[in-house]
């Protein structure tokens, strides 16, 4: 996919290159440009979220990790218990 996304946008900056060379006002190029900027805009939202969710996998990790270690502890000092 990102591939696809990067030429896409190489394909926008190519038209917009192009069609300067014409008319330097043409209002296409700054369609081109600001679809550019929403395109790379929306790739840094989708970056920080995948970060985002990372993040959130690896502190639920850590926690179940703990949850396990006291669970584990709990259960050998449970095993060291006298019977009544």
């Known amino acids: 996919k990102a591939s696809n996304t990067k030429a896409l946008i190489e394909k926008l900056k190519s038209i917009a290159k192009n ?3 014409e ?3 043409h209002p296409l190029i700054n369609m081109c440009d600001d679809t ?3 395109i790379v ?3 840094n939202n989708s970056e920080t979220k995948i970060k ?3 993040n959130e996998i690896k502190s639920t990790s850590e926690y179940q990790m703990l ?3 006291c669970i584990e502890e ?3 000092k449970f095993q060291k218990l006298p019977y009544y």
Do not use: C
Request: net charge positive; no cysteine; aromatic share 4%.
């Open 19 to 21: 069609v300067a060379l």
């Open 23 to 25: 008319d330097p006002k």
């Open 36 to 38: 550019v900027k929403k």
């Open 41 to 43: 805009k929306e790739l």
């Open 52 to 54: 985002s969710v990372e």
């Open 67 to 69: 949850v396990n270690k």
């Open 74 to 76: 709990f259960r050998q």
